[in-house]
């Protein structure tokens, strides 16, 4: 079973490894600041589309993410 928790942990460690900084993700998301920061902290989740442009911006495979095995 795929837990919010280990989601919210794959995002956060993506968006840790990607190198670029909590505005600079904000900026090309056209997202405030202290949303990243919430993310990071596993405050908040992204919405759905904020969730598929980070994952566009940050070269990530939602599956990998959201811990879904393809057969």
């Not at 600079?24 to 589309?49: F, H």
């Not at 904020?50 to 070269?59: G, R, W």
Request: proline residues 1%.
């Amino acid at each position: 079973m795929i837990t919010l928790e280990e989601i919210r942990n794959n995002l956060i460690e993506a968006i840790k490894l990607s190198g670029m900084t909590q505005t600079e993700i904000a900026k090309k998301l056209n997202i405030r600041q202290q949303s990243v920061g919430k993310y990071l902290q596993g405050i908040t989740m992204p919405s759905l589309d904020t969730f598929a442009n980070l994952c566009v911006l940050l070269d990530l495979d939602a599956n990998e993410i959201l811990n879904i095995k393809k057969y």
